[in-house]
């Protein structure tokens, strides 16, 4: 699979912003380019510095890095704008480069049953959406793209934690077509109602997303049993800027209602070694990226929730309701 940088964008909006300094963050799977990366920088004459922490959404900018290091810039690789900033940046999407006509070829037999399709992508396709969508269309299906909604920067663009837009059209559909990876599937599977099915261009499959699903509600139904049962809690607040999921405010009376111990935690990433460490904490909440607590549940040591589950384990909201609304 080849990758495209948008070399030509990002040295137009370079020469615009006219930096001295620059942080440079780039999503996991392409930091393997800095060096490619930082030879764009040396010809226009900015000083340019990589972070190397992690980098797993459009909902972490860097900015106190970029302070740090007295950067005026940030450039921001692989993913689109998911927050406004008060600090200058730069998002450089990055497209994959591919030919998805095979995949989408074997696609149509999975699909054969469903008339209306809700097409959504992950940002990597955004520039393929409309070929898709005429492919489709020309085998006879209706295909309407998810609403532009919250953190979706386009239409049918979705995000690992906002299905909004999808969730907008899912009575319209008979079902979702995701073209994207194991990660965006998941989290539309664990959002929507109607049945997913993942383009999956990193391993050159289709797949009907659905086995999962149960099995993440069963650890998240096991989870909030844990949660009431607890002593002592842990509101985890996560430190990337974007990824604000409620205030703890909102919760901690209601615990102490119920006679828990409640300390705050602040966390940039989340790691079970870091968790492990509050060895007494019998059950976390997290307020930072939803997605630690839904898919990571085997990798932690204990119980870890979001903001809606614990609020069922406080009896204020019911797992029906959530069921309803989708988990995400
Ligand atoms: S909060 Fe999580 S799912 Fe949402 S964009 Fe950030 S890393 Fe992705």
Known sequence: MALDFEKEK???ELKKANPKKVLVQLAEGIKQNANEIKGWFDELGIEVVFSGETCWGGCDIAIDEARNIDA??????????FIKTDFPVIYIEV???LDLNPLLQKSLDVIKSYNTIGLSYSIQHCHDIENIKKFYEEKGKEVILSKKRGTNAYE????GCDYQGAKEIQEQVDCFVIIGN?????GATLALKKPVILIDVYNNDVKIMGDLKDKILKQRAI???????AKNVGIIVGMKCGQKFGSPEKIIEKLKERGKNVIIITMADLTPDKIMNFYNIDAFIELACP????????NYPKPILTMREALVALGEISWDEILEQGIL
């Open 10 to 12: 990002l040295i137009e």
């Open 72 to 81: 005026d810039l940030i450039v921001h690789f692989g993913h689109a704008e």
């Open 95 to 97: 497209k994959d480069i």
């Open 156 to 159: 049918g663009h979705i995000t």
């Open 182 to 186: 194991k990660f965006h599937s998941i």
């Open 223 to 229: 989870a909030i049993e844990k949660l009431k049962e």
């Open 291 to 298: 997605r630690i607590a839904l898919d990571d549940f085997a």
